[in-house]
């Protein structure tokens, strides 16, 4: 279900991370520059309590919680985020390098209200170091994906990717840095994209248009 435009209120992000936060910061710092409007954080979650993400979230003074999922049966870790997200009326759940895959409970308790970045353009380089992966293959051409989250990995239809050229003197770091780059002005970029309500997703493939249309056909 979409996200309603025409609500007088904003939007809230819940945010899950395990590790670094960077993206998380991104998406934060655009929300306070005034980049990123009608949405506020209403909560991040880490699995990992050391994740500096989360750290991060706590100096920042946003509401944010630790639930460790290691050692515990994926439904019962995912039903207790569910819970948590939803008792704090989140509305899109933003994957910001959580290492978790999702319980087909959770993704369909936020039916096309959860979005994930992945360092490569989807299809190509799909679960972990997909950086490696690019640099490996010998491609000339990498990126980020910002996607909805369905059952499969790095699956779900695709808002918006973000390309680099591979240069000849990159190494994993240089490349892997640049992506990074991309990926910080990508999360915002869609997130403005799912809340804004102007598109459809049509099968796979997420379609931009005018709110007033996509009302009109009552799609999702
Ligand atoms: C990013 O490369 C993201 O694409 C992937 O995990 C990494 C998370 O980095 N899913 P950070 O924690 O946001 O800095």
């Known amino acids: 279900m979409k996200i309603d435009p025409s609500a007088q209120s904003p939007v809230r992000?819940?945010?899950?991370?395990s590790g670094r936060g960077s993206n998380f910061l991104a998406v934060a710092e655009s929300i306070r520059a005034g980049r990123l409007t009608g949405v506020e954080i209403a909560i991040v979650i880490s699995n990992v309590a050391e994740a500096p993400g989360i750290a991060a979230a706590a100096e920042l003074g946003l509401r944010n919680a630790v639930l460790v999922s290691k050692g515990?049966?994926?439904?019962?870790h995912d039903a207790d985020v569910t819970a948590l997200l939803e008792a704090h009326g989140v509305d899109?759940?933003?994957l910001a390098g959580y290492m978790?895959?999702?319980s087909p409970e959770f993704v369909g308790a936020f039916p096309h209200r959860i979005l994930n970045i992945h360092p490569s353009l989807l299809p190509a380089f799909p679960g972990l170091d997909a950086q490696q992966q690019a640099f490996d293959y010998g491609v000339k051409v990498t990126g980020c994906t910002v996607?909805?989250?369905d059952d499969e990995l790095d699956h779900g239809a695709i808002v918006l990717q973000r390309s680099i050229a591979v240069l000849d003197d990159d190494d994993t770091h240089t490349l892997a840095a640049r992506i990074l780059a991309e990926e910080h002005v990508a999360y915002t970029e869609a997130i403005a994209r799912?809340?804004?309500?102007?598109?459809?997703?049509?099968?796979?493939?997420?379609?931009?248009?005018?709110?007033?249309?996509?009302?009109?056909q009552g799609s999702e």
């Open 194 to 216: 799912v809340v804004s309500g102007e598109y459809e997703v049509r099968g796979r493939r997420y379609v931009k248009t005018g709110s007033k249309g996509a009302r009109e």
């Open 72 to 76: 515990r049966k994926r439904a019962e």
């Open 13 to 17: 992000l819940g945010i899950l991370l």
């Open 147 to 149: 996607h909805f989250v």
């Open 100 to 102: 978790r895959l999702l």
């Open 92 to 94: 899109l759940v933003c």
